[in-house]
T-cell receptor, first 112, second 120 residues
């Protein structure tokens, strides 16, 4: 079993839809949780990071962490065609904060 | 442009040849990382530097791979005697030590656009 599991999709939604992306993890040492967005043939760019369980909101994006269930989510409201990309969850433990462990990524397409 | 720069963006080589990739990090970042990403997978950690010191190497980094950061600024990743299995995107990233102020322990990486290697 991989440390981080992420459904690779692909996920296709109409413009304006609410998108839910999820990851589960097995390593209890993970303390910091991040979501990266990666456009085709580009490097990942950081969208959001969270530390504790709960919700964090930034514009149309909401990151949710449930440490008791080892489950994290990213919600995108009012999705736009420009949101079409691969979304990668990433996690890091406090003791080894130089090493991010990524999920496989979920390919999202938002259709106009 | 103050982002992370990688060169070349795409390299096509024949099996058995040596290749070298260069990464220029964000100037005020003292940590530099190399990750590898194959098709349909997330990036996997290869190695990282704090200034010029290489502090950690993944088991993925075989003896054919060597990374350097001689003056604590730019870094190179060399692959000797390339194999078809080396075909991947090689991503460089940089960060400040300790990550974001006020979030102790967080380590937010800024990635470059990557160097894509195709081994024929």
């Amino acid at each position: 079993q991989k440390e981080v599991e992420q459904d690779p999709g692909p996920l296709s939604v109409p413009e304006g839809a609410i998108v839910s992306l999820n990851c589960t993890y097995s390593n209890s040492a993970f303390q910091y949780f991040m979501w990266y967005r990666q456009y085709s043939r580009k490097g990942p760019e950081l969208l959001m990071y969270t530390y504790s369980s709960g919700n964090k909101e930034d514009g149309r994006f909401t990151a949710q962490v449930d440490k008791s269930s080892k489950y994290i989510s990213l919600f995108i409201r009012d999705s736009q065609p420009s949101d079409s990309a691969t979304y990668l969850c990433a996690m890091v433990s406090g003791g080894s904060n130089y090493k991010l462990t990524f999920g496989k990524g979920t390919l999202l397409t938002v259709n106009p | 442009d103050t982002g992370v720069s990688q060169d070349p963006r795409h390299k096509i080589t024949k099996r058995g040849q040596n290749v070298t990739f260069r990464c220029d990090p964000i100037s005020e970042h003292n940590r530099l990382y190399w990750y590898r990403q194959t098709l349909g997978q997330g990036p996997e950690f290869l190695t990282y530097f704090q200034n010029e010191a290489q502090l950690e190497k993944s088991r993925l980094l075989s003896d054919r791979f060597s990374a350097e950061r001689p003056k604590g600024s730019f870094s190179t990743l060399e692959i000797q005697r390339t194999e078809q299995g080396d075909s991947a995107m090689y991503l460089c990233a940089s960060s400040r030590r300790g990550g974001l102020a006020g979030v102790a322990g967080a380590n937010v990486l800024t990635f470059g656009a990557g160097s894509r290697l195709t081994v024929l």
